[in-house]
């Protein structure tokens, strides 16, 4: 049930219930992240492994001690300037966090989500609230109310509306070492670049399928079930005419073909607030085939090319 009553989702949040709330990445699927029941129904809802760990989202940065320990100065420096916004902190975590919510690791994601009906949820509420991506483990993920409501009304007590997310990429992960390397452990709607003006040098850490060290890091992710394509698009549609395909493309239009650009002035971060919701589109389409094109490498095109790579690496059904 898609709803708008914020202390209504106050109060199913306080009996353990899980709800699909709005942040400006995307949806989440939301519990009381100090309630160990609550959050194996976050798992058991999305039939996500238990061994990656979820994103605990607290109201303001002043609550960043009361969850995380030993805070480097340079996480501190990141989190006054982006918070609340799509940056996600890895820290060494309290006691109070659940072996659960962080698959058992001694670090824990810590974020201000940069939603207005959220942020004004998480103030209610005593606790902070785990909340991964509001779809099915492996799936796209949700970046309107609809979207969480279509794959999980069953499964949830109620989603609250935040209208459509206004970033459409999850958040930039980060782990801040106590010798003062920052690495990014998943691009995201905060920009390597913006990191790298507010702290300096910045490592970008590889996903690979074989390091579960890295969690929620797999190769194949965020897909489509119709298999996607990554090349020339252009040339791929002429050169598999007996194919039923499709494409997505940033801005060009190929009139003869069935497809959804992503922006049509080209601008990035209209490109990332429409990547999924068109993913979604053309996914229903009953395509043979999705073909795609990477974007520029910089600013959030760097998380809209890793989501695409992901998707791209998922095995052909
Ligand atoms: O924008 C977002 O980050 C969204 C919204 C809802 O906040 N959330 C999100 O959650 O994308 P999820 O579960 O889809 O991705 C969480 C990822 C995990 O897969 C894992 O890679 C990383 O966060 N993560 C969480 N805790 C971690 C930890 N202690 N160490 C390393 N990575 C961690
Ligand atoms: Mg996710």
Known sequence: MIVNDIPYVAELLRKGELVGIPTETVYGLAANALDDKAVVRIFEAKNRPFFDPLIVHIASVNQLDTYALDIPDKAWKLAHAYWPGPLTLVLQRQAVIPDLVTSGLDTVGLRVPNHPATLDLLSRLDFPLAAPSANP?????????????????????????GGPCTVGVESTIVHCAYDGTVTILRQGGLALEAIQ???GEVNVRVHSESNPSAPGMLASHYAPRTPLVIGN????LRENNTLKMGYISLQTMYSEFPG?????HGD???AARHLFATMRTMDAEGYDCIVTELMPNQGIGRAINDRLNRAAAAPIL
Do not use: N, R
């Not at 698009?233 to 791929?236: A, G, L, N, P």
């Open 197 to 199: 003006d507010c702290v």
């Open 260 to 264: 959804m650009q992503l922006s049509t």
């Open 233 to 236: 698009i252009e040339q791929v």
């Open 268 to 270: 990035l971060a209209e």
């Open 137 to 161: 483990f492996g799936y796209i993920s949700p970046t309107t109310a609809q979207h969480v409501a279509d794959q999980l009304e069953q499964k949830i007590a109620a989603v609250l509306d």
